[in-house]
């Protein structure tokens, strides 16, 4: 994968969103990549397939039982360590 500076993005943006229409670009900070731009084609794409995963997981799990709204904060409260 290609990658450029963040100065470089800053400075060629235009250039930028042109080039990951045909492949993703890494943004580099201090040599190290910090993110990657990828065409809004690509990121649906992305996003479709990890819906479609998540679902497949979803169904292939077996049954989760009753949900009620107030289990599921309960839950997420004890997971993120805050009290109700």
């Given at each position: 994968?290609?990658s450029?500076?963040?100065?470089?993005?800053?400075?060629?943006?235009?250039?930028l969103?042109m080039?990951v229409q045909?492949a993703?670009?890494?943004?580099?900070?201090?040599?190290?990549?910090q993110?990657?731009?990828?065409?809004?084609?690509?990121?649906?794409?992305?996003k479709?397939?990890a819906?479609?995963?998540?679902i497949?997981?979803?169904?292939?799990?077996?049954?989760?039982g009753?949900?009620?709204?107030?289990s599921?904060?309960?839950l997420?409260?004890a997971?993120?360590?805050k009290?109700?």
């Open positions: 994968m290609k450029i500076t963040a100065t470089e993005a800053k400075n060629n943006f235009g250039d969103l080039n045909s993703p670009i890494a943004i580099t900070r201090n040599g190290k990549e993110g990657v731009l990828v065409s809004a084609k690509e990121y649906l794409r992305l479709q397939h819906l479609q995963t998540a497949s997981d979803g169904l292939s799990s077996g049954d989760a009753t949900l009620d709204i107030d599921i904060k309960l997420a409260r997971r993120s360590g009290q109700s």
